[in-house]
């Protein structure tokens, strides 16, 4: 893998990438709380199979510019920032692969700009059309009484201190708690009681060694949030509402390119949004792939078995 860092859309885009610059380009859009070394696992596969794999670490991430107004992170600015690369790539289309946050910024950017999407796989959250209002007044409809994440993270300095107090023991929490090594109950914290505790207190503390993350990429997580803070990525939890109202032109748009979805059978946000429901807004799905044994990490987790549907997807497109 080689990594640089580039200019785009008035930011500084760090970016890991593998294979050679005349080869289809794959682009592979990371979630929260992650960065393009979460692809790690995918991008060297991709390059021996004969494609071009770039993975940023997306707007706010690791060696990429943090800008302070959280307006700066709404769903424009993001997709913004991956049409403004494939520009500077010399690039029509790519493949693009979202993950978690990322697999929510390519469902704005298939219905955004269809014409630059050759195809698409969601992993872990699936395609979901706009709601009907915007989400953080349904989520405080839904959670009167209970302590919920994504309300936690919406009033600026509070979820950013407490992630950012100790990055290596919010990581190593998060990591394990939506990962298939730990119970799928476990995680029932992050919608619990409000009991006056925050929400690293709520992750599992593992007990023991991970399987499929290393002590060392775990040190790559924390020396890079060491560095950031989380308060970039928690940003673009407090655009929710605002890129409801950025989308009015979205509604009701259906999925047109190839599409697909791939996820962990022990992945949690499953429970919350089942990948179903996307057969009915994608022309031409491809179908769902659920991996044994892999939690909300997936691509980390059980990175051969991703890699072999990944690239079964990607020849069916010929």
């Not at 298939?110 to 209002?133: D, G, I, Q, T």
């Not at 953080?136 to 201190?161: C, H, N, R, S």
Request: hydrophobic content about 45%.
């Amino acid at each position: 893998m080689n990594e640089r860092t580039v200019a785009v859309n008035g930011i500084d885009l760090h970016l890991l990438e593998a294979g050679d610059g005349g080869a289809p380009l794959v682009l592979l859009c990371h979630g929260f709380p992650e960065l393009g070394y979460s692809w790690r696992h995918q991008l060297p596969a991709l390059a021996a199979a004969g494609y071009r794999a770039i993975a940023p670490d997306q707007r706010g991430y690791g060696g990429t510019s943090r800008p302070e107004a959280i307006e700066d992170y709404d769903i424009v600015h993001l997709t913004d920032d991956l049409l403004a690369l494939l520009d500077l790539l010399g690039e029509e289309q790519a493949v693009v692969v979202g993950h978690d946050w990322g697999s929510m910024v390519l469902s704005h950017l298939v219905l955004r700009a269809p014409e630059r999407v050759r195809a698409a796989m969601w992993m872990s959250v699936p395609f979901v059309p706009r709601p009907p209002a915007p989400p953080i007044a349904i989520m405080k409809q839904l959670f009167t009484d209970i302590w919920f994440y994504m309300l936690y993270f919406q009033e600026p300095g509070v979820a950013d201190a407490d992630l950012g107090a100790d990055p290596r023991k919010t990581m190593r929490r998060f990591l394990h708690t939506a990962s298939a090594e730990a119970p799928m109950e476990q995680l029932t914290g992050l919608v619990s009681a409000r009991d006056g505790r925050g929400f690293v207190d709520r992750l599992v503390d593992p007990q023991g060694p991970s399987a499929w993350l290393s002590p060392e990429d775990l040190d790559v997580y924390v020396a890079a949030f060491e560095k950031s803070g989380f308060t970039g990525g928690i940003n673009w939890y407090r655009n929710l509402d605002r890129n409801w109202s950025l989308t009015a032109d979205q509604d009701g748009a259906r999925v047109t390119m190839p599409a697909a979805f791939l996820g962990g059978k022990a992945d949690p946000v499953l429970l919350m949004s089942p990948p179903d429901g996307m057969t009915a807004w994608c022309d031409e799905f491809r179908g769902i792939t659920l991996v044994d044994g892999a939690g909300h990490w997936v691509q980390q987790e059980k990175p051969s078995e991703v890699n072999e549907a990944l690239l079964g997807f990607l020849r069916e497109l010929g």
